[in-house]
């Protein structure tokens, strides 16, 4: 009996540890993971930088050790306030296992499909859900994000130690990075089928027609793909 109940006692954190934050939804009947985010700002250096990143956590000017301060908040669409990788058990626990990072011009992302949406609260009635390609434009030209890009649940590679730094084998959660639409680093959990290649010249920024004000509460819906 109290070896019994010592491993009760053992095992109380463990799933503690691993119960999601109220921030993030499971719905396994229409497969969806929702995380509640806000609008992220545009200009948080002095220069405003195209968009790279659908979502991470915000910029902090001055972070200090454990803040969650996000390494590409400066490039963003929506700033989040969980561990990324709490978000890819959640979308695990929908039956998708995480295949690999791409990284640069030549080596793609792999993983399961899964469809972005950004969901606007509406005075009245169910929220307005959004795809990417009608939030993210072209500046010069207004044309959107071309549909054919898709996004793949890679899970997240390994941040590398680097100075007085050490290795973080869940890369995205030292970046607080969740979703990138060009591979530049392995620190998140999913990424568009996009290569540095389009990075060159696909340069997009958010479509403020469709969005609330910066700061605005949203949600952020990752929906698995079913396979056919």
Same mark, same amino acid.
């Given at each position: 009996m109290r070896r019994l109940a010592a491993l009760l006692l053992l095992a109380t954190p463990l799933l503690a540890d691993d119960k999601l934050p109220d921030?993030?939804?499971?719905d396994q009947k229409k497969k969806?993971?929702?995380?509640?985010? $806000?609008v992220a700002p545009r200009k948080v250096l002095e220069e405003v930088?195209?968009?790279e990143v659908i979502a991470c956590w915000p910029y902090k000017k001055d972070p200090k050790p454990g803040d969650r301060a996000g390494k590409k908040a400066h490039e963003t669409v929506l700033t989040i306030d969980v561990l990324p990788s709490q978000v890819a058990k959640a979308v695990e626990q929908l039956g998708a296992k995480p295949g690999k990072p791409g990284y640069g011009e030549d080596k793609p992302a792999e993983g399961p499909e899964v469809n972005i949406y950004i969901d606007v609260p509406q005075d009245k009635g169910e929220a307005k859900r959004l795809s990417l390609d009608k939030v993210l434009i072209?500046?010069?030209t207004k044309k959107?994000?071309? $549909?054919?890009?898709?996004f793949k649940f890679t899970g997240s590679g390994p941040r590398k130690a680097t100075g007085d730094q050490p290795e973080v084998p869940f890369g995205a959660d030292a970046s607080g990075s969740l979703i990138y639409l060009f591979p530049v680093d392995v620190e998140t959990v999913?990424?568009?089928?996009?290569s540095m290649k389009e990075e060159k010249f696909l340069k997009l920024e958010v479509n403020k027609d469709v969005l609330p004000k910066e700061g605005e509460p949203v949600k952020l819906v990752i929906e698995l793909v079913e396979k056919k």
């Open positions: 921030a993030i939804k499971v969806t993971v929702s995380i509640d985010a $806000k930088y195209p968009i072209d500046p010069k959107p994000m071309p $549909k054919g890009v898709k999913f990424q568009s089928t996009l």
